[in-house]
């Protein structure tokens, strides 16, 4: 009897092992809408904290905005792994992402508030991550600037975008962040999505 109760409580140990490498998802999706408890992404990964939010004009998080008032895309990064990493801000400076694009409830893309100009090929050995450091992007979607401005490695000018009218609209991200260093952190394809309304 001990031997089958031993043999069926090894199985399941097994079994549970085997099966917890799949519990894990490739795709994580955070998601926040109007309706939500928090009007912020806040999230951790491998000692790396995300945060995503659409600020109003007082600066605070919020999903509901009036017609006429203009908010900004706000996303920090900070290192809590305990390690000396390295900053890779690709995610903001293709063109070709969705990083600050807003869509329509119906899907329309309505573009980004910034087109990135020139980027560097510095390495990300040029941008020491340490303990406890943050890197904050934020920008305005209606930003009247005509001049050049600079985050990171690269270059950007405003694309000069109109107050949003009335209406459901979303914005969000993928991405796979890199922080090389000593004990690196890759993430996984990390989703950021932020339905929103103007009323």
């Not at 809408?33 to 928090?38: H, K, L, N």
């Not at 491998?46 to 945060?51: A, K, L, S």
């Not at 009036?66 to 920090?76: D, I, Q």
Request: negative net charge; proline residues 4%.
């Amino acid at each position: 009897m001990k031997t089958i109760i031993l043999k069926i409580g090894l199985t399941l140990c097994l079994l549970s092992i085997m099966g917890s490498g799949c519990e894990k998802s490739s795709d994580n999706l955070w998601t926040i809408s109007p309706d939500s408890q928090s009007a912020s992404i806040h999230q951790e990964v491998d000692g790396v904290e995300f945060t995503f939010s659409l600020l109003n004009e007082k600066g605070e998080p919020a999903t509901v905005f009036n017609e006429g008032e203009n908010f900004s895309f706000y996303f920090a990064i900070v290192n809590k792994s305990g390690n000396k990493l390295y900053f890779d801000p690709d995610f903001a400076y293709y063109n070709d992402n969705d990083f600050c694009k807003v869509y329509s409830s119906e899907r329309e893309d309505l573009g980004k508030p910034f087109r990135a100009l020139l980027i560097s090929t510095v390495g990300a050995g040029a941008y020491p991550f340490n303990t406890n450091e943050s890197r904050v992007f934020e920008q305005q979607w209606v930003d009247n600037r005509d001049s050049i401005w600079s985050w990171e490695k690269a270059t950007y000018e405003s694309t000069h975008r109109p107050y949003l009218k009335k209406g459901n609209y979303y914005t969000g991200f993928k991405h796979r962040f890199r922080f090389p260093g000593e004990h690196p952190v890759y993430t996984d394809t990390l989703t950021f999505k932020i339905n929103f309304k103007v009323e």
